[in-house]
């Protein structure tokens, strides 16, 4: 038999063997459990309430084919998370997942469209999980420009016309 625990603050039955505990703030708890001759036994413990990580909401980035991504360092709140994060998308040129900060890239894209990924963030504190947040990298095609009239006879005029197919 267990007899009470104490203190029974946030505790849903303090006379079973496995009390569940809730506490907000650290809390330090007594058990004495008694067997049917009578024995007893004392276990005292500390519980420590950790905080639940909050990471630095990211904004959306748009970023043309070829150029270099700056590496992103993220933050939360309180400081001091770890980081993983996922790539929904590698086609952009960025790897699948990581469990650091967002390295630089070179964007890619080999499509004549906007090529986008959902970059999902998760913080770890102390064993806590926060909740995850996501941010969008759009990668732009680059326009694709080609002369129409390439050769033209002396003191003929002609165009030269950009053409892309994503304007």
Excluded: R
């Amino acid at each position: 038999t267990t007899l009470p625990c104490s203190p029974t603050t946030k505790m849903t039955n303090s006379t079973i063997l496995t009390p569940t505990l809730t506490p907000t703030t650290m809390t330090t708890y007594t058990i004495t459990a008694q067997n049917s001759l009578g024995c007893t036994s004392t276990a005292t413990t500390t519980v420590t309430i950790n905080p639940i990580p909050v990471v630095t909401a990211e904004s959306n980035i748009t970023i043309c084919a070829g150029t270099a991504a700056v590496a992103n360092t993220f933050a939360s709140t309180p400081a001091g998370a770890t980081f993983a994060w996922t790539n929904s998308n590698t086609a952009i040129g960025l790897a699948a997942n990581v469990t650091t900060n967002l390295p630089g890239f070179t964007a890619t894209n080999a499509t004549a469209s906007h090529n986008t990924s959902t970059i999902t963030v998760t913080q770890t504190l102390a064993g806590c999980a926060g909740a995850p947040i996501t941010f969008t990298i759009n990668v732009l095609p680059i326009p694709v420009c080609t002369v129409i009239s390439p050769t033209i006879c002396a003191g003929i005029t002609s165009i030269l016309t950009a053409n892309d197919s994503f304007f």
